[in-house]
């Protein structure tokens, strides 16, 4: 098992900056491809960032590359995103989520931190 728990969302204005932290226990992600996705009020989940376990090749989906960057730390089993330059088309839920790397489903999924960008 593997228990996500995210933190650093938060109230800022466009054009502000936010890290977003995703903490996990119960078992190291060395061997997982880390994710980032997000839900806005009325809006299906979308893909946001991924990093495989390597820490190699990043990918982003179109509407954050650029601004965003995800990032691990596997020494602290966290990963991170950065978010810079944000809009109020940013606002959303941020979820973290797991996948084994082999795997092609995210299996483990954090509770969701608030990012709520004003303009």
């Known amino acids: 098992q593997v228990q996500l728990v995210e933190s650093g969302g938060g109230l800022v204005q466009a054009g502000d900056s936010l890290r977003l932290s995703c903490a996990a226990s119960?078992?190291?992600?060395?061997?997982?491809?880390m994710g980032w996705f997000r839900q806005a009020p009325g809006k299906e989940r979308e893909f946001v960032a991924a990093?495989?376990?390597?820490?190699?090749?990043?990918n982003y989906a179109g509407s954050v590359k650029g601004r965003f960057t995800i990032s691990r730390d596997n020494a602290k089993n966290t990963v991170y995103l950065q978010m810079n330059s944000l809009k109020p088309e940013d606002t959303a839920v941020y979820y973290c989520?797991?996948?084994?790397?082999?795997?092609?489903?995210?299996?483990?999924w954090g509770q969701g931190t608030q990012v709520t960008v004003s303009s």
């Open positions: 989520a797991a996948r084994y790397y082999s795997l092609s489903e995210y299996f483990y």
């Open positions: 119960g078992r190291s992600l060395s061997s997982y491809t």
């Open positions: 990093i495989p376990y390597s820490g190699g090749s990043r």
